[in-house]
């Protein structure tokens, strides 16, 4: 099971910017960003395959970047123009299977090869 870690949240103003990294412990094919309020349904905003394509939520495109350092196992989340509906706890996961953008349902979630703890972004308006 791989390990991962997150860091980088804060709190920012409405339009803001973060960055978010997250490091893993091993390879994985595929790697996501997830974020959680609570009461809401888990929600993948960005994703990243083994050959480097990437997918969006749409309600993040054009703001939301997701990058991977393959030599160092890192994954990152740049997040521009944030709003304050951004504000969630943000998890990276991985899987050797694809992940896809949208809502995680528990079934997907707990089929995943592993996630992080999170870490907190804040949006004030």
């Known amino acids: 099971e791989v390990q991962l870690v997150e860091s980088g949240g804060g709190s920012v103003p409405a339009g803001g910017s973060l960055r978010l990294s997250c490091t893993a412990s091993t390879k994985s094919y595929s790697m996501a960003w997830f974020r959680q309020v609570p009461g809401k349904e888990r929600e993948v905003v960005g994703t990243i395959d083994g050959d480097g394509d990437v997918d969006y939520l749409d309600s993040v495109k054009g703001r939301f970047s997701v990058s991977k350092d393959n030599a160092k196992n890192i994954l990152y989340l740049q997040m521009n123009g944030l709003k304050p509906e951004d504000t969630a706890m943000y998890h990276c996961?991985?899987?050797?299977?694809?992940?896809?953008?949208?809502?995680?349902?528990?079934?997907?979630?707990?089929?995943?090869?592993?996630w992080g703890r999170g870490t907190l972004v804040i949006v004030s308006s």
């Open positions: 996961a991985a899987d050797w299977g694809p992940i896809r953008t949208g809502d995680l349902e528990r079934e997907a979630f707990c089929s995943l090869d592993g």
